[in-house]
């Protein structure tokens, strides 16, 4: 487990990471990451993919398309 503390950033709020999560996920200065919610309720941090992204879109897009019948299939 690694602590984050929380840091003012001209208008905003950020976290520094430490150097070692920094190697663990292969990113430097100027990456992007990605937070996403977990479905234990917390949160996980990973870095930018691009392919992930466009197969997310895919996804979405289906899930819009096929709304009622996803809606019909979860009762």
């Known amino acids: 487990m690694v602590e984050l503390k929380i840091v003012k950033v001209g208008n905003s709020l950020g976290v520094r990471l430490p150097r070692e999560v ?13 937070l996403t919610e ?16 466009a197969q997310m879109k895919v996804a979405e897009e289906g899930m819009r398309r096929y709304r009622n019948t996803l809606k019909a299939l979860a009762e």
């Open 22 to 34: 920094v190697t663990r996920l292969h990113v430097e200065d100027g990456d992007r990451l990605i």
């Open 38 to 53: 977990s479905p234990e309720g917390g949160y996980r941090l990973t870095p930018y993919d691009p392919e992930f992204e």
